[in-house]
């Protein structure tokens, strides 16, 4: 049998891939199963429920209409506990049976500037990462716990590996492969960078489908309909897609048998997803959570968050994507009727975070397509407002839940807030602005935009 490496046993992973792997399971092609495991030491608590379980759960699927239904999923055949050393998972990364090693990071966890380079200067932990690395320890960032394993592999014999990504990265194959090679460089280690070179391979690719944290009723639904007390049960939206560069080294799944798109270029799907659904995603969690809202349904269906989504992407951001393959406009009305599904229950806390890597991932792009082009971007400027808004709630300890964001320095975000100009403070921060950070109508259409929300935010305090 032939394994995937999978790093992170996250809910998504778990109702994504893992269900692809289990439909072709189903249809008798069992040379595939999926080994996981974590490089950090989180999830406890689902980690040893998924190893009392033999890997098996339950995924409860809902579609837009309330339907709910039941999936006992097979496909992770090996879980692996947890250990500082990582010496579980490095074994099974170095093992030829082992042909694609997948990850799922947030796109802050790649540690990459605007220019794709790593950021040591920001993070911490990518410096005392290299450092154990350098004095033969395990590393626990991507990077890191790669080089781990792929140091193995090579000292074994293990052969060639894919290594392929399942997250929002933008071009995420192409960008974290560079950012691994300029960790080995910083290594000092140019065999394995030579080793990498020949014997891997990175796929760029684009997945999507919305899977909330699960809560305990996921599992009480799943006992009443399935009677089983299920641990690590989790649940997603009906909708999934996965397309896939087809650039595997070591041989690969027959995905396309069970609705996986294998393509030449991923970069259509992948512009049209990250700039029409995350980057709306993160305004209805903004502009929700500014409105006293819990959920992202709830902010869907709020005439005035939406129509700051709907024109985001109907003034800004599908003039800049065309000429496209994929109908736009029904893609953005398919995304706003997903969103506005409330039997998924997905909190607006959940998408809020990360702000400071999904605006100059997400969001500044279409800005800074809009200024080469001359056009006006009032619509995607209202994005980076909310959030600005949600920024000021958060300095003053307003916002009702923890927010979390792995790239923002919140020195730097609380001295945003007290400038005594925080729009042109906030404009000018090269963290999520890049060469754009205080350009003068980057100022000017914030501002304008700033008051509309001001006056958004004034008006459901009224209300």
């Known amino acids: 049998m032939n394994f995937i490496l999978h790093l992170g046993l996250g809910s998504f992973h778990r109702a994504h891939q893992a269900v692809y792997i289990h439909q072709l399971r189903q249809q ?29 759960y ?82 626990h960032t991507i990077y890191g716990g790669l080089v781990s394993i792929l140091r193995a592999r090579m000292k074994a014999g293990g052969g060639a590996v ?54 305990p009723d996921v599992a009480e639904r799943v006992k009443a309909a399935t009677g089983w007390d299920d641990k690590a049960a989790l649940m997603g939206e009906s909708f999934i897609q996965w397309v896939i560069e087809d650039n595997f080294i070591a041989g690969r799944p027959e995905w396309e048998k069970v609705g996986v798109e294998m393509v030449n270029s991923v970069q259509a799907h992948e512009e049209a997803k990250i700039r029409l659904l ?26 005035a968050i939406r129509k700051m989504a709907y024109d985001y992407v109907t003034d800004d951001a599908i003039p800049v994507l065309l000429p496209c393959p994929i109908n736009l406009e029904q893609y953005r009305d398919v995304v706003l009727d997903r969103f506005g599904n409330p039997a998924i229950a997905d909190t607006n806390q959940r998408v809020a975070m990360d702000a400071f890597s999904k605006i100059p991932g997400m969001i500044a792009p279409t800005i800074r397509d809009q200024l080469a082009r001359g056009g006006s971007f009032d619509s995607v400027a209202m994005l980076p407002a909310l959030f600005l808004a949600y920024l000021q709630r958060w300095h003053a300890g307003q916002i009702p839940y923890t927010y979390q964001d792995q790239a923002m320095d919140p020195a730097v975000a609380h001295a945003i807030c007290e400038a005594a100009d925080p729009v042109a403070a906030y404009a000018a921060d090269t963290t999520l602005w890049g060469e754009m950070a205080g350009h003068p109508q980057l100022v000017e259409t914030l501002r304008k935009a700033f008051a509309r929300v001001q006056a958004f935010v004034a008006e459901r305090a009224r209300a």
């Open 58 to 139: 339950t995924l409860e699927t809902v579609t837009p209409q309330g339907e709910r239904s039941y999936t006992r999923i097979e496909s992770i055949q090996r879980v692996i506990p947890y250990q500082d050393d990582l010496a579980p998972l490095i074994a099974t990364g170095a093992d030829p049976a082992t042909r694609i090693i997948s990850f799922t990071v947030t796109e802050a966890g790649y540690y990459l500037d605007a220019k794709n380079r790593l950021d040591w200067a920001t993070f911490p932990d990518l410096r005392a990462d290299l450092e154990a690395v350098k004095a033969g320890q395990a590393g």
């Open 278 to 303: 995350n980057a709306t995603h993160s305004c209805i969690a903004w502009g929700g959570t500014l409105a006293g809202y819990l959920y992202i349904h709830e902010g869907t269906h709020d005439a």
């Open 28 to 56: 008798g092609d069992l040379r595939w199963a999926i080994a996981g495991g974590n490089l950090r030491p989180d999830m406890a608590e689902t980690i040893a429920a998924l190893q009392a379980q033999g890997g098996r």
């Open 162 to 215: 894919t290594l392929m990504n399942c997250d929002n990265l933008r071009h995420n194959g192409e960008r974290s492969r560079g950012g691994l090679l300029q960790f080995i460089d910083a290594l000092g280690d140019t065999a394995l960078k030579a080793w990498v070179q020949e014997h891997t391979r990175s796929p760029n690719a684009m997945v999507d489908r919305i899977t909330p944290r699960p809560t």
